[in-house]
């Protein structure tokens, strides 16, 4: 929702001056004073805006503020610059009316500050887009070049505008802008030549001396040190807070911006140039033949260099400052200038130079920022011009801009009661007629046609005969004596001929703004304004475009004889032209004023402010403003304010806003003569009635804040409370739920401990007592039992004899025996000894029987099985049977070899033709022929030997040749060595001291190692003279080889290699044999 706010709004003072009660000077300063202490700059009288010079930058213009007035309404913020250029935007936009915003005050009261702001709030506001912000940027940029040139540091305000400006910003439908004029009034070019004590020449002097690069300085011929410039006031060069350098490249940039040219910008600086050359320029008397001086030009370099900057003639340019030519009637006439002729020369064209290069800049200006479209615009114009001056020393300028100053006063008197009296009308309220100062009597006495002082003037300036200023003041003397604004001490008027504050040599003005005492001297002149014809022409014959342009009179195929308008008539042309054109404009005031006199902030000058506030005629303006009705609303906002002050209208009025004024109104017992009821508005008499409603409506607002406050309390309370008691009940609910699910919990073990023992209970009772019915029973039964075999044997026992029963007994165990037998016969085994099968046992009683039987059929089947063996195969079984009393369960290789027949001859030996040889060195029969492999010492690898047994020997032949390589006779071995695990290594150990031992044990291998230690085993047995030989059966056994005793070591190896058994050389003394686990 919307904020509606009021300037009546945290006021400090009042807001609007209407509103001042009492109303007097004294309070009305009073009010200014105060809200000035609080930085409340601005005042509003009616819509008439007071602005008061703060001389320091206030944050009230940064672009917030900008949006928070934008689009508002005038009376709806507290007062501010914004606000008027906020109504004046809106009403040229929405209402399609044209603005002028008309900004007055006296010199340094922040005029030209103000336009600006007006300016760039403007252009904040309206429409954006490239072309748009071209166009405000053009706008803004041409204040810097105007105020480069066109400003300058005056006791009174460092940054004095010394012209007159009047700019016209244009735009479209929309309210975006499309482009502008200025129009220049005046600018006081005396200052150029002259600047009083404390002052200084125009701006761009110094900005280009100390801000130009020294390229240009150089190009321009010029040195930067101000004092070598004789226009260039020395005491004041440099001023506090400004610095020129810069503001030179600013006013390079907007030039830029603003779209002037570097050839432009070069020529319009090598004027300023020129125009400090000139002032260097001196002349020296020269006496002619004649008696007549003559003037001469001291040092010709300046005017070398002025001429080469301006590309002029110097000989042209010497000779216009030496002679004057005078045409009449189609004559020439030459006349010499003496010094004072040559300097005025001089000066005049100077002041020309600077004037016309100014109005150029205007009019180049105006190119550029001029509306490109050919449609309606709308206008706002805004009205920056020099402020009322009162010097000790005043001449024809302040004159001129006093006068200004008055038609302006005049306008705004004019505007403001027609406004007043339109919108009385407008609204349909009675008109009464105000008593007010009308400043038209001093314009009058200024301008008018006949008698007017710019009018006679003129006269003076054109009449032929000596014209001095002197001649001027006695003819104002004779014409305006009686003119009551008019004070002379020559005048008809003998009040003032002993008035000793007015010299001779001057007349007064009573001004509206003060009395001003203008001193004759230069007025002639000045009005003449006069450029001799021969400066004119040389200038037209420079070879300088810029120059030819600024100087067209002195086309010589242009001559005119007719004397230029004089300047006072010219202003009076333009000031009529401008207050014409401000006439068809709505107005809008910002009515400056300057707090104190020493340019310093904080500091507010009551007498000064009061002096301002007579002349600005604020008084008369709150006055008329009140006149009628000091206050006035439209209704809608007014209803808005005060709704709340009614019953009936507090909170919402559903009808028309004036009926519901009118309720409000006639509710709070208004007195009827201190309203009235307009077609929009309300208008209301007397401030005291408004700040009563004000009291009221602060009143009321309190109450209702209390009345909100408490409501809200109450339902903050009630809300807290609520909660609270919804989380109470919450937890409760959740507590209550806990402790009975508990109390269940407790109830429900305690129920079923309780149930347990019950059941238990009821259980055993009934185990107890099914087991005695089952005893019961059991007893009955048995007893019954007993009862019936006695009942039996009692019946039976006179059927059978004493030893009947042994006698059955015998006969049924022989019978069953008989049976078993029998059967036995039928189901036994087969005859092979390797059968284990048996038939079962019938009867316990028969069980060492039937193991019985089972051993005798089985030796009996044995020997049966023998008795069929031949004598070879005798042999082979009995040495399978000492192969397994020598090695069964003491040898892992014995299991493999129980299944494999003894072959003996694997060699086939007597056979084999390859083997003949070696057949033929064995004398006896061979048992035994193998290959096997004789591990060698030094490596643990083998060598393939042909393994031969006999009766007696041991003979081991190369396996290739057949060649004997040992033959150990059989009493020589002393003993055999094997491990136990599954590898065919063994050593034959020999005795000794025999020569067989002399070259060592053998480690042999072989497959067939159970057949042949067997075998060895066997021949010494059978051999009478041969000692047992000793089997040695370990993992670890020593072997004499040769000197050394070698550890043969066997070890349970991982398989790999193809489970093949490893022998390795550990070290000297340790032959390592891996016998892999899946050997076994
Ligand atoms: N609103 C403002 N905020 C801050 N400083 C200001 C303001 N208005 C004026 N000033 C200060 O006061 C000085 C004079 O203001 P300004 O040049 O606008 O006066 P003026 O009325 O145009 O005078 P003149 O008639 O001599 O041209 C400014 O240079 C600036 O320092
Ligand atoms: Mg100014």
């Known amino acids: 929702m919307e904020v509606k706010t009021s300037l009546l709004d945290n006021m400090i003072g009042v807001g609007d001056m209407v509103l001042l009660e009492p109303l007097s000077e004294d309070s009305f300063i009073d009010n200014l004073r105060k809200r000035f202490d609080h930085n409340e700059i601005y005042t509003y009288i009616g819509s008439v805006v007071i602005s008061i010079n703060p001389y320091r930058s206030l944050p009230i213009f940064t672009p917030d503020k900008v949006e928070e007035y934008r689009n508002r309404n005038f009376y709806e913020l507290s007062p501010h610059i914004y606000a008027l250029a906020d109504e004046a935007y809106s009403s040229l936009r929405d209402q399609d009316k044209d603005q002028c915003i008309l900004i007055t005050g006296e010199s340094g009261a922040g005029k030209t500050e103000a336009s600006k702001l007006v300016m760039s709030y403007v252009a904040a506001v309206c429409g954006k887009g490239q072309e748009v912000n071209k166009v405000k940027e053009q706008l803004l940029q041409s204040n810097p070049v105007l105020e480069a040139f066109g400003n300058a540091k005056t006791v009174r305000n460092d940054n004095s505008s010394r012209f007159g400006k009047y700019m016209d910003i244009e735009f479209d439908f929309k309210g975006d802008p499309l482009g502008g004029v200025i129009s220049n009034y005046l600018l006081e070019k005396s200052r150029v030549v002259k600047q009083p004590r404390g002052e200084r020449n125009f701006h761009i002097f110094y900005q280009l001396l100390s801000g130009a690069s020294d390229d240009t300085i150089k190009k321009l011929k010029l040195e930067r040190d101000v004092s070598k410039y004789n226009y260039l006031s020395l005491d004041s060069a440099t001023v506090n807070g400004l610095d020129d350098a810069a503001n030179f ?167 403001t009661l027609r406004e007043e009296q339109e919108e009385y009308v407008r609204e349909g309220i009675e008109w009464t007629n105000i008593e007010y100062f009308n400043n038209a009597i001093i314009c009058d006495l200024i301008e008018n046609n006949q008698n007017g002082i710019l009018a006679m003037l003129d006269e003076e300036c054109l009449r032929p005969g000596t014209v001095t200023d002197e001649t001027f003041l006695d003819k104002l003397n004779t014409i305006c004596a009686e003119h009551q604004h008019f004070e002379s001490r020559l005048s008809k008027n003998s009040k003032f001929l002993t008035d000793h504050s007015l010299p001779h040599n001057c007349f007064r003005i009573q001004h509206y703004a003060g009395k001003v005492l203008y001193r004759v001297e230069g007025f002639v002149d000045k009005n003449n304004d006069l450029l001799y014809r021969d400066l004119s022409q040389a200038m037209y014959k420079a070879n300088h475009s810029l120059i030819k342009q600024l100087f067209p009179e002195g086309n010589p195929a242009k001559v005119n004889l007719k004397r230029p308008p004089t300047a006072g008539f010219q202003f009076k042309h333009s000031v009529g032209t401008l207050m014409r054109n401000l006439q068809t404009k709505n107005p809008n005031y910002i009515r400056c004023i300057k707090p104190n006199d020493k340019k310093a902030s904080h500091i507010f000058t009551d007498s000064l402010v009061g002096h301002q506030v007579r002349y600005l005629g604020l008084m008369e303006n709150v006055r008329v403003r009140r006149a009628g009705y000091a206050f006035r609303q439209p209704y809608e906002p007014c209803l808005e304010r005060y709704k709340m002050l009614c019953k009936r209208t507090w909170p919402h009025w559903r009808g028309p806003a004036r009926e519901g004024v009118e309720v409000l109104m006639t509710d709070l017992q208004v007195n009827p003569e201190e309203f009235s009821y307009g077609r929009s508005k309300i208008f209301i008499r007397n401030p005291r009635t408004l700040f009563s409603l004000e009291e009221r409506r602060k009143q009321c607002l309190e109450d209702l804040a209390t009345l909100i406050q408490k409501i809200y309390r109450g339902w903050k309370c009630r809300t807290r409370f609520l909660l609270l008691k919804q989380s109470q009940i919450t937890v409760a609910a959740w507590y209550r739920r806990y402790a009975q699910q508990k109390k269940y919990k407790r109830i429900k073990s305690a129920t079923t401990v309780v149930q347990s023992y019950t059941r238990g209970w009821q259980a055993r009772k009934l185990l107890r007592e099914l087991k005695h019915q089952k005893r019961c029973k059991e007893a009955a039964t048995t007893i019954a039992a007993y009862w019936h075999g006695t009942q039996v044997r009692r019946e039976y026992r006179k059927f059978f004899r004493a030893n009947a029963g042994k006698k059955i007994y015998d006969f049924i165990i022989q019978r069953i025996i008989q049976k078993y037998l029998l059967g036995l016969r039928s189901s036994t085994p087969s005859m092979s000894p390797i059968d284990g099968s048996w038939p079962s046992r019938p009867h316990l009683f028969l069980d060492q029987t039937h193991t019985e039987l089972r051993r005798i059929f089985h030796l009996w089947r044995c020997k049966k099985y023998r008795s069929q063996f031949t004598e070879e195969r005798r042999a082979v079984y009995e040495e399978k049977l000492e192969a397994s009393e020598l090695f069964k369960d003491k040898k892992s290789l014995y299991a493999s070899s129980v299944s494999q027949p003894f072959k003996g001859d694997y060699l086939e030996i007597t056979k084999n033709p390859k083997y003949q040889k070696l057949n033929n060195v064995m004398e006896e029969k061979v048992l035994l022929a193998d290959v096997v492999s004789k591990i060698n010492r030094a490596n643990g690898k083998g060598t393939a030997r042909i393994f031969l047994l006999t009766k007696k020997n041991v003979v081991l032949a190369d396996q290739k040749t057949g060649q004997v390589k040992a033959s150990v006779p059989l009493p020589d071995v002393s003993s055999v060595s094997v491990s136990t695990q599954s590898d065919g290594f063994f050593a034959l150990k020999l005795k000794e001291g025999t020569a067989s031992a002399v070259k060592g044990d053998f480690l042999l291998s072989s497959e067939h190692l159970i057949e042949i230690i067997t075998k060895l085993h066997r021949v010494g047995t059978t051999a009478a003279e041969m000692e047992r030989l000793n089997i040695d059966i370990s993992d670890e056994f020593l072997v004499q080889f040769k000197q050394d005793k070698v550890c043969v070591k066997f070890i349970q190896g991982a398989p790999k290699n193809g489970n093949s058994v490893s022998c390795k050389r550990k070290n000297n003394r340790l032959l390592e044999v891996s016998v892999p686990t899946t050997a076994a």
């Open 249 to 415: 490249r600013t006013l390079r940039n907007a030039m830029q911006i603003v779209g002037f040219m570097e050839d432009e910008m070069q020529s319009v600086l090598e004027l300023v140039a020129a125009v400090l050359k000139l002032g260097n320029i001196e002349f020296k008397p020269e006496s002619r033949c004649n008696g007549i001086d003559e003037s001469r030009i001291k040092d010709k370099n300046d005017l070398k260099e002025m001429c080469e900057l301006l590309g002029v003639e110097q000989s042209v340019l010497e000779r216009a400052f030496s002679f004057r030519t005078v045409e009449a009637k189609m004559e020439k006439v030459s006349t010499t200038l003496n010094v004072a002729q040559a300097y005025y020369a001089r000066d005049a064209l100077a002041k020309n130079l600077y004037s016309r290069l100014f109005s150029w800049l205007v009019t180049r200006i105006n190119e550029s920022i001029k509306a490109q479209a050919k449609t309606r615009h709308k206008v706002m114009g805004v009205l920056d011009i020099y402020g009322f001056e009162i010097f000790e020393d005043n001449s024809f300028e302040q004159f001129i801009i006093n006068y200004c100053n008055e038609k302006l006063q005049q306008i705004f008197i004019e505007l």
